[in-house]
């Protein structure tokens, strides 16, 4: 049974950075296509990326070479370095995985498991 929990959201200002974890408590993670989304107030839930059991990775246009997606698999946690955090980057960060890695991995209805969320907020 995988269950996710996600940490390490909070308050930062333009330019800085977070990194959130994806810890798995059934601690079957490691072997699981993982991905991050994002959802800001009245908006949809956006994917921001994605990582393979055996470590490829996915981003979306808007984060990449900005966030970092990665997994260690010892610790069935999978982490999202974020860097160069900008206002728009604002919202509830979701961590969500599923057995096998999906023919879209940017659509929210492809995971099998989400958790609850955290909040990032980026001020300027």
């Known amino acids: 049974q995988v269950q996710l929990v996600e940490s390490g959201g909070g308050l930062v200002q333009a330019g800085g950075s977070l990194r959130l974890s994806c810890a798995d408590s059934g601690r079957t993670l490691s072997s699981y296509f993982t991905g991050w989304f994002r959802q800001a107030p009245g908006k949809a839930r956006d994917f921001v990326a994605a990582?393979?059991?055996?470590?490829?990775?996915y981003y979306a246009d808007s984060v990449r070479g900005r966030f970092t997606i990665s997994r260690d698999n010892a610790e069935n946690t999978v982490y999202l370095q974020m860097n160069s955090l900008n206002p728009e980057d604002t919202a509830v960060y979701y961590c969500?995985?599923?057995?096998?890695?999906?023919?879209?991995?940017?659509?929210?209805?492809?995971?099998?498991?989400w958790g609850q969320g955290t909040q990032v907020t980026v001020s300027s």
């Open positions: 969500a995985a599923r057995a096998s890695a999906p023919r879209f991995a940017t659509m929210t209805g492809a995971y099998d498991y």
């Open positions: 990582i393979r059991s055996g470590g490829i990775t």
